[in-house]
């Protein structure tokens, strides 16, 4: 289990500042999720993580900064699982998942028999068995999801990075694959950084909710403090009723601004 | 506590890759030396068909077989024969491992070393060599003519890459193309203004751009050899990572890979193979397309599997395509890349078709 930790974490395009300095703790074990509407900067968050755009501030993982670690160093440490991944149509399963395995394998390297026993093994117990010599192409979009996260186990990194997980699934797969990242950050004690839209689902499934807005964070904590619904007014331009059900999930729900006839 | 929903059928034992497919790297391998005979066998003069296997066999190490030929039926083979069937061979390996290897490293399956404007700087790189005096170079420890022509086509790939991705070749494939197009018709344009202000070299020129496998001696593949290796190997090592390139530069990152490096490594080593074979090959085309489509048709996208059959297959294929050169000799032999583009045109057509998908 990894913390992460952000020291004043920010990303700039040209002089578009996408995320303003940015510090908090992700504890071991713990789910924080970003929310925010679009351009909050939630997606740059992740891709500085990531090691995909440059950024200022630091990164920590258990104290010691990311951005030193060679590329390979830091996705074994970081997998990130992409808003719209790549799916090669003509690409395999058991190929696709294997590509995880490309930090611990060097240049001009092949991937041992070890890196497959692993492949084999997080495809049975994502039950992804059925779909390692099938075409990606082939797949549907429930099952590509659980591919990719299967690639991110693969990895074997203690930080799991989530950007829009759900956005392209229906409401079923959505909570099956939330339920799954679950069930796995449980049992193997991932941390996870995941940038959501379905404001209910982000507060059921994460311990703590950070709300971006222009870059800033602006709210931080647990679900019912963070989802209110003047807060959500205020920077979704939204009018929302919030309710809380008898368990304590925190229900998030649209409201017509046009009274119903 | 899962929720997710297990079928039985899903639970299957997972195979990474069914007994199949590990037959076609052998069968790849059969049919290249089958090609190699069936080259080696046709031809005016020389020995007769049945008689050359039997040279072949007194040619190996500890193996003496009388075959039957003359002393100058053997000549003929070793000597007019094989050097021709051996660089196109040496050729279509190389064109195909390339054509594979661009298509790899951009993410474009419309690439080969033509379109992407490699053959026409190397061969703008030639002829300014030839232009300037060839002769004064004659005494120069290395051969000028294969470093600048390596030269143009590395500044042409560099160019059509660069100017592709300004105009989203990541997004819409075919800007790619047209790049090269335009690449290629300035190095065209150049080469042609240089030829007409020196018409002297024109045929010294010509001669090159045609390329001069149907006069093919062992000294031409003791020229390429060198280059063809060293971008061959470089190349295969890169199969793996080529594979992780498939899910684009932000996930191959995130995966830990050095994209930019990938990149310009993979684009040097096959510039460098490229412009060597086209210095004594002339410009074939659609060998580095048509080949390694047709081993993505039968054997899978893998790189791993892709590279290693596309330059077996590619030698074959090359080897075959100069028969008919050979053959249809009267008044005067047709041109390999006459050969490659008759079949490769309707193969490109064919390629866009079924890629439309891809393409958009």
New interface residues.
């Given amino acids: 289990m990894s913390s992460v930790s952000f020291v004043d974490l920010g990303v700039r395009y040209g002089d578009n500042v996408a995320l303003q300095p940015f510090s908090d703790t992700i504890k071991p074990g713990e789910w924080l999720c970003l929310i925010g509407p679009n351009g909050a900067g939630k997606s740059s968050m992740l891709h500085a993580v990531a090691g995909l755009v440059r950024h200022d501030g630091r990164v920590l993982v258990d104290g010691s900064p990311l951005d030193l670690r060679s590329s390979r160093r830091r996705a074994a440490l970081v997998a990130h699982v992409p808003q719209s991944p790549v799916l090669p149509h003509d690409m395999t399963g058991f190929e696709y998942v294997l590509l995880g395995r490309n930090p611990y394998v060097s240049y001009f390297g092949s991937e041992t028999a070890h890196d497959r026993a692993i492949v084999r093994d997080v495809l049975e117990r994502l039950d992804l068995g059925a779909f390692a010599e099938r075409r990606l192409g082939t797949l549907s979009g429930g099952e590509q999801q659980r591919l990719v996260i299967a690639r991110a186990l693969a990895q074997e990194a203690p930080i799991l990075l989530l950007d829009e997980p759900t956005s392209a699934l229906d409401i079923g797969h959505q909570q099956q694959a939330l339920e799954l990242v679950d069930r796995l950050r449980r049992e193997h004690g991932f941390t996870v950084l995941s940038a959501m839209h379905d404001l209910t689902l982000a507060g059921l499934y994460s311990d703590r909710l950070a709300l971006l807005h222009r870059g800033h964070c602006v709210a931080a904590g647990a679900a019912e403090s963070v989802l209110r619904a003047e807060t959500l007014s205020e920077f979704y331009g939204v009018t929302v009723s919030v309710h809380r059900d008898t368990d304590g999930t925190v229900i998030v729900v649209p409201r017509r601004t046009m009274p119903l006839a | 506590?899962?929720?997710?929903?297990?079928?039985t059928?899903?639970?299957?034992?997972?195979?990474?890759?069914?007994g199949r497919r590990s037959w076609w790297i052998p069968g790849a391998a059969v049919a290249l030396g089958v090609a190699f005979l069936f080259g080696a066998m046709i031809g005016p003069a020389g020995p007769a068909w049945h008689q050359v296997p039997g040279e072949i066999l007194d040619r190996l190490p500890f193996v003496s077989f009388d075959s039957g030929a003359t002393a100058l039926q053997s000549t003929v083979l070793w000597q007019i024969r094989m050097p021709r069937v051996v660089l196109a061979a040496i050729v279509g390996a190389m064109l195909a491992l390339a054509g594979a290897s661009y298509q790899g490293v951009f993410r474009n399956p419309l690439v080969d070393p033509y379109l992407l404007g490699v053959a026409a700087g190397a061969g703008l790189g030639a002829t300014i060599v030839i232009v300037v005096n060839r002769s004064a170079t004659d005494s120069w420890p290395v051969d000028p003519l294969p470093v600048v022509s390596f030269v143009g086509g590395l500044l042409a790939v560099l160019v059509t890459y660069t100017v592709g991705s300004a105009f989203g070749a990541s997004r819409v494939p075919a800007t790619l193309v047209l790049a090269g197009v335009a690449v290629t018709a300035l190095a065209t344009a150049m080469q042609t203004f240089l030829l007409q202000r020196n018409t002297e070299v024109v045929r010294q020129v010509y001669s090159w751009i045609l390329g001069r496998l149907s006069t093919a001696t062992w000294a031409d593949v003791r020229l390429v050899l060198p280059y063809v290796v060293v971008s061959s190997v470089v190349l295969l090592?890169h199969r793996?990572?080529l594979?992780?390139l498939?899910?684009?530069d932000?996930?191959a990152?995130?995966?830990?890979?050095?994209v930019d490096r990938i990149r310009l490594t993979v684009v040097i080593a096959a510039t460098l193979g490229t412009s060597a074979v086209v210095s004594v090959s002339g410009l074939i085309g659609f060998v580095g397309i048509m080949v390694p489509h047709l081993v993505?048709m039968l054997a899978?996208?893998?790189y791993r599997r892709l590279l290693p059959l596309s330059v077996l297959v590619g030698a074959a294929f090359l080897i075959v395509a100069d028969i008919p050169g050979r053959i249809l000799s009267d008044p005067a032999e047709t041109p390999i890349g006459v050969v490659t583009a008759f079949l490769g045109a309707p193969f490109f057509i064919v390629v866009l078709r079924t890629r439309q998908g891809?393409l958009r």
Avoid: N
């Fill in positions: 506590m899962s929720t997710f929903a297990t079928s059928d899903q639970s299957a034992p997972v195979s990474e890759t069914s090592w793996r990572l594979d992780v498939r899910v684009g932000d996930e990152a995130a995966l830990g890979a050095r993505r899978g996208a893998s891809a």
